[in-house]
């Protein structure tokens, strides 16, 4: 069964780059076609998509974000990554990782259970 | 881009109780619309995606149905463990993404 773990640090100033790993374990991130997305919560908000990268390195970003955001595969750590530069306070929040359902690239059906940011200097 | 507005955004009910979560699209997504379930400190859990079609391992008390631009959840007998905040969600066509509602929250009564 895959499962996804995020990681990196919990607290980053303002103006510096986030960086955050998700690891996938139970399968090789190789295999099989999928999308591989970032997600956050701010605190009493809802779900934002931040960008996806697919399992050929194709990368899609959302707009209001895409300036600053990288996303990266690394499939010999199984792992895929996300960069977001010069933060503020508005990217305060809970960072999730999630992987598209097999054969379909409209839903996600294996997530991680998440990793809380706080943009504080 | 689509919006999705969900109502209510807070559901009061007791458990046992049949409850009804509606999802509306500002234009016709087809039935390209899904269900997650979210709960503190937990990870989001999809239920049912293409609209009406429920994930492995969801159990048939929830169904999902609708197409165009409007949408329900039906929890059909509420469970203690469904108490929590629930998503639906589109992928947009360009730009490609994904969209979200913003949530209702199912609390006990």
């Known amino acids: 069964q895959v499962q996804l773990q995020e990681s990196g640090p919990g607290l980053v100033k303002p103006s510096q780059t986030l960086s955050l790993t998700c690891t996938v374990s139970g399968d090789s991130i190789s295999r099989g076609v999928f999308y591989w997305s970032w997600f956050r919560q701010p605190a009493g908000k809802g779900l934002e998509w931040i960008g996806r990268?697919?399992?050929?390195?194709?990368?899609n970003k959302n707009s209001s974000l895409m300036r600053r955001v990288t996303i990266s595969l690394d499939t010999s750590k199984s792992q895929f990554s996300l960069e977001l530069s010069f933060v503020t306070a508005a990217d305060t929040a809970v960072y999730y990782c999630a992987r598209t359902l097999p054969n379909s690239y409209y839903y996600m059906d294996v997530w991680g259970n998440g990793t809380s940011v706080t943009v504080s200097s | 881009e689509v919006v999705l507005t969900q109502s209510p955004a807070t559901l009061s009910l007791s458990p046992g109780e049949r409850a009804t979560l509606s999802c509306r699209a500002s234009?016709?997504?087809?039935?390209?619309l899904a269900w997650y379930q979210h709960r503190p400190g937990q990870a989001p859990r999809l239920l049912v995606y293409?609209?009406?079609k429920r994930a492995t391992g969801i159990p048939d008390r929830f169904s999902g149905s609708g197409s165009g631009t409007d949408f329900t959840l039906t929890i059909s007998a509420l469970e203690p463990e469904d108490f929590a905040v629930y998503y639906c969600?589109?992928?947009?066509?360009?730009?490609?993404?994904?969209?979200f509602g913003h949530g209702t929250k199912l609390e006990i009564k």
């Open positions: 969600q589109h992928r947009n066509n360009w730009p490609p993404g994904y969209t």
């Open positions: 234009q016709s997504v087809s039935n390209f």
């Open positions: 293409d609209a009406s």
């Open positions: 990268i697919h399992t050929d390195g194709d990368t």
